[in-house]
T-cell receptor
């Protein structure tokens, strides 16, 4: 079974731009969660989608948004990029969200200049 | 959400056993304890999960005392490839709150020859 895939793997943007990251979960998994990882703040939960609906949300500004499609693929969008948005963005999937583990993708490394 | 405290770093030699203790004094009745492992520039990987007493799998053992206010991840006979950051998470998996699990700072384990 293929693992969680994320595209692109690396991205460089400038301040003020917007960016869209994509995540394809493991086949059959309906829950997709997004995390931001930075050296200073560690791994922080952004939001979780289940069956195309946002089910949980972390403490991030409205510039961070996401969506999930009927095939469970998910996208994350960050508008008006700031330098502090530079981070590794990780996507994780699980069958229902209430199972005992999440399967993480390799992440997208976003650099904002 | 139960807050967790774990050592920032631990050093070990190849072949030794590594024990990482995580404190979670405010753990709730429905909370489970889960450990993840993360290598640089990769997403975290599930290691083990438990509720009470002892859990063992092919990778590690998890010891949870009766009061559940702490837990210890035991890595037997570590090798260089076990050098990674280890996260202790505590959260309720019986509700739709999976996405709200919070990663702490983790413990950086460094294994040397």
């Amino acid at each position: 079974k293929a693992g969680v895939t994320q595209t692109p793997r690396y991205l460089i943007k400038t301040r003020g731009q917007q960016v869209t990251l994509s995540c394809s979960p493991i086949s059959g998994h309906r829950s997709v969660s997004w995390y931001q990882q930075t050296p200073g703040q560690g791994l922080q939960f952004l939001f979780e989608y289940f069956s195309e609906t946002q089910r949980n949300k972390g403490n991030f500004p409205g510039r961070f948004s996401g969506r999930q499609f009927s095939n469970s693929r998910s996208e994350m969008n960050v508008s008006t990029l700031e330098l502090g948005d530079s981070a590794l963005y990780l996507c994780a999937s699980s069958p229902s969200g209430t199972t005992n583990e999440q399967f993480f993708g390799p992440g997208t490394r976003l650099t904002v200049l | 959400l139960a807050k967790t405290t774990q050592p920032i770093s631990m050093d070990s030699y190849e072949g030794q056993e590594v024990n990482i203790t995580c404190s979670h004094n405010n753990i709730a009745t429905n909370d489970y304890i889960t450990w993840y492992q993360q290598f640089p520039s990769q997403g975290p990987r599930f290691i083990i999960q438990g509720y009470k007493t002892k859990v063992t799998n092919e990778v590690a053992s998890l010891f949870i005392p009766a009061d559940r206010k702490s837990s210890t991840l035991s890595l037997p006979r570590v090798s260089l490839s076990d050098t990674a950051v280890y996260y202790c998470l505590v959260g309720d998996l019986t509700t739709d709150s999976w996405g709200k699990l919070q990663f702490g700072a983790g413990t950086q384990v460094v294994v040397t020859p």
